[in-house]
Structure formats: structure tokens, C-alpha cells
């Protein structure tokens, strides 16, 4: 397999971009837009700095790799992803070297620039993929710890499988949006506390979740599972991930076969995904797993990623408060588990599939990754820079999450995905 040329940290691009930036020459994060012809496409992006990748491929700038001519003119990357590892690498080396400074080719070619370049304000990003199915994991120690302190016995707040399997559940991919789609409060039953009968009405009690998501490639056959020590092969990149919860309505509904309405109403994602590739260099060990774990789950060396994390919440016509900052390297079951355990019975995967991380909360409560935690059950109010207070999500709050990687040398981001939370409809 091709080496990872386009990570070296000393290569620089002639398209600007700043310091600050979550898009540098390193990064080469995929996605889907539309431009002001009306066509979708594939592209890539360096600073800001939109590439049409389909233009590119016309242009001939990627002969010599293997890929079939209409792959960057769908209307979501899942056949690419589906081409497989080698070939995400050929097309990112590629375009690393394209873009590099000391390459003339398309840097003196001002009439194939003006094809393939756009400013992202110039540009509506678009769902990067066709997510199939959709699988939330429940793999922070921390988070697990603090919903069990509250909702169980606080002595034993993890349930006896947790430090055994990464817990999951099958969620809707039919209601994953990209950041800038806006969502309303869902409605549903709820019952509340000391009642003896449930109500039906909008979620009093909505909130966010900070959440990773990895975008999976081409799996096995049905019947044969992902091999932990082989699940990196099956990886193609990842997303911020918020996964919006009513926990009014999950309270009364979650027992005894778990998420369901409070959950599917959406999940929101940011539109880029940033390639495993991109991300090895900031590869680090996770959290000490003190129970010993079955065989087909034991991984080595580094398994997480020191990848950190923001929650910003806005009230309408106000400013932000950044009310979190969390770090993905908390999290106890790595990737590598969580795609092994999810096919060890034999199930398939598809190009495009997504798995989320669960919420991804820190030891200290500024790391906390949502407000049932930040606010503790809605006991502790959290007050935001403007003076407002808030115990859970309120109409048209706006959350905004961000994530990055930055080794002091080199930072790679992931953008952010952005929501505001609309009133319920009324029908």
C-alpha cells in the first residue's frame, strides 16, 4: 500500500490558508457540495478553499489510478469509499502532491483553476454519505458512570456487561442532517415525576450528546466477522457527531429494549470527513481496560485519538458560551473494538455505514458531553456567559460543536456541526 505522503508536516499548499485554519494541506478531508451550476459533486478542501474533485478526474489529474469515471459525480461518496483503502490513500497522496507548493502544474493552470476552485462561501455542502444503518455505541466510562450514579445505584453505577462488550444500539439513519439543518423539538409521551400515568406533549428535557462517528468502507461477506487487528482496513474516516436527545421521552420509554423516539427524532454531523490517514499522527494510548477483555477484543498499541472537543451553546440573538471541552481520547473501547464486536456474529457492514462513539464525556465536569450531566439531572443549572441559565435545551438555542488535532505542529479539524433547536410543530 502506498506510504502516507500526504501527511508529511513540512509540505505546504500555494492555496492560503491560515494558521487557525482545520484544512490544511494535511488534511484533504472528503465531502459533498453544490455550486451555483446545480451539480453535485465530490470534493476536497484546503484552507477555504472548495476543490471539485469530478473536474479534477476530467482534467486527467488523476490517471494512473484506478477509479471509475463517474465515481466523483454521484451524489455521495459511498462508491468511493466503497474502492477501499488503497485507492482513499492514491487519491489523498495524489492530491497532496498536486497542491503542494512546489508543484507548477495546476498552480500555473489558471483555466483548469477556475473550473475546480470555489470558495466555500460559493459552495452548499451536502450529506457526504448514504448512511444505510447507523449504530450508536455507549463507550465512555465517565458518561456511563454518571447516567448510572444518577438514574441507578450510585455504588454500582455500571451495569455488569460495560467493562465486557462496547455496548450499542441500532439507531435512524433516516434522520442524520448535515450541520445548518435545523430541528424541531420532538414531541412525545413523557411522565413525569410521581405521576402514575404519562402525558404526551414536546420534550421538556432536550439535549445534545458530543459525540465522534466513524464512516465505515466495504465490509465481509455475511457470516464473517472484522477482525479487531484488521478493523483499520475497514475504516474510512470520521465526523463530529451530535446525537440529539429528548430524555423525558427516553426515561419512559428505554426499558426494557432501549432508545427509540427520544433518540430518532435526529442526529446532526459535520459535513467533512476527515480520513483515518489524516488522522494517524495523533494516534495515543486509551484508558487502561482493568477488566481483561475476550480474546477477539484485545488490541495494541495506540488505539485512540487525541482528538479535542467543544460544545459552544447560543440563545437566540445572544452570544456563545463554550459549556464543554472533552477530548475523544477518553474513551474506553477504541474503534478497533467497537467494529470487531459489531461483526463478530457475523454482520455485514456497508460502504457508508456510520457508528457512533456515544457521548464522550471527560473526568471533570467542563468535559462533560451533555447537559443531563452538565446540569446533573437538571439539579445543577449551568449559567452562560450572557446570564442565562439552562438545565436543558431551550427553543431556538443554537449548539455547535467543534473538534480538532493539534500536535504543536500540525492541526487538523473537523469543522463543526451546528444546530438550532426550532418549537415543537404544531399539527
Not at 58 to 70: E, V
Not at 113 to 130: C, D, G, R, S, T
Not at 278 to 293: F, I, R, T
Request: hydrophobic share 35%; aromatic share 10%; charged share 20%.
Amino acid at each position: 500500500m502506498a506510504q502516507l505522503l500526504a501527511n508529511d508536516p513540512k509540505r505546504s499548499s500555494w492555496i492560503p490558508v491560515s494558521n487557525q485554519s482545520d484544512f490544511p494541506i494535511q488534511n484533504l478531508p472528503f465531502g459533498v457540495f453544490i455550486a451555483d451550476d446545480d451539480i453535485i459533486t465530490t470534493g476536497t478542501r484546503i484552507g477555504n478553499t472548495v476543490i471539485d474533485l469530478s473536474v479534477l478526474q476530467q482534467l486527467g489529474y488523476f490517471n494512473g489510478i484506478d477509479l471509475p469515471d463517474d465515481v466523483f459525480l454521484q451524489d455521495n461518496l459511498n462508491d468511493f469509499i466503497a474502492l477501499g483503502r488503497p485507492t482513499w490513500r492514491a487519491v489523498r497522496n495524489r492530491l497532496a502532491e498536486l497542491f503542494d507548493e512546489n508543484n507548477e502544474t495546476l498552480k500555473s493552470n489558471t483555466h483548469h483553476q477556475n473550473k475546480a476552485l470555489f470558495l466555500i462561501e460559493q459552495v452548499q455542502m451536502l450529506m457526504p454519505v448514504f448512511v444505510s444503518d447507523y449504530t450508536d455505541f455507549y463507550s465512555s466510562i465517565e458518561h456511563a458512570t454518571n447516567v448510572g450514579k444518577m438514574f441507578r445505584d450510585p455504588d454500582n453505577a455500571l451495569l455488569p456487561n460495560w467493562k465486557h462488550i462496547p455496548v450499542g444500539y441500532h439507531g435512524r439513519s433516516s434522520s442524520i442532517v448535515i450541520s445548518g439543518v435545523d430541528l424541531h423539538r420532538p414531541k412525545g409521551q413523557r411522565m413525569a415525576p410521581g405521576a402514575d400515568a404519562p402525558t404526551f406533549g414536546p420534550s421538556v428535557r432536550m439535549d445534545f450528546e458530543l459525540e465522534m462517528a466513524f464512516i465505515t468502507g466495504e465490509g465481509k461477506a455475511l457470516g464473517h466477522r472484522i477482525k479487531a487487528e484488521e478493523a483499520d482496513e475497514y475504516i474510512f474516516g470520521m465526523v463530529v457527531f451530535n446525537d440529539w436527545s429528548a430524555r423525558d421521552i427516553q426515561k419512559w420509554e428505554y426499558v426494557p429494549l432501549g432508545p427509540f423516539l427520544g433518540k430518532s427524532f435526529g442526529s446532526s454531523m459535520s459535513p467533512w470527513i476527515v480520513t483515518m490517514d489524516a488522522l494517524e499522527p495523533y494516534k495515543v494510548a486509551g484508558p487502561l481496560q482493568d477488566v481483561k477483555v475476550l480474546p477477539y477484543l484485545e488490541t495494541t498499541g495506540e488505539n485512540n485519538y487525541d482528538i479535542k472537543l467543544e460544545v459552544e451553546l447560543t440563545p437566540e440573538g445572544k452570544s456563545g458560551t463554550v459549556i464543554s471541552r472533552s477530548n475523544y481520547k477518553y474513551m474506553y473501547w477504541n474503534q478497533r473494538q467497537q467494529l470487531a464486536h459489531h461483526t463478530v456474529n457475523g454482520c455485514n457492514i456497508n460502504a457508508g455505514d456510520m457508528m457512533a462513539s456515544g457521548t464522550i464525556s471527560g473526568p471533570t465536569k467542563d468535559s462533560y458531553g451533555s447537559m443531563l450531566e452538565l446540569s446533573w439531572s437538571g439539579k445543577e443549572p449551568i449559567t452562560l456567559d450572557t446570564g442565562d441559565t439552562r438545565t436543558f435545551i431551550e427553543d431556538n438555542d443554537r449548539v455547535t460543536m467543534r473538534g480538532w488535532c493539534d500536535n504543536g505542529s500540525i492541526r487538523i479539524g473537523f469543522g463543526e456541526v451546528s444546530t438550532t433547536v426550532l418549537p415543537a410543530i404544531q399539527d
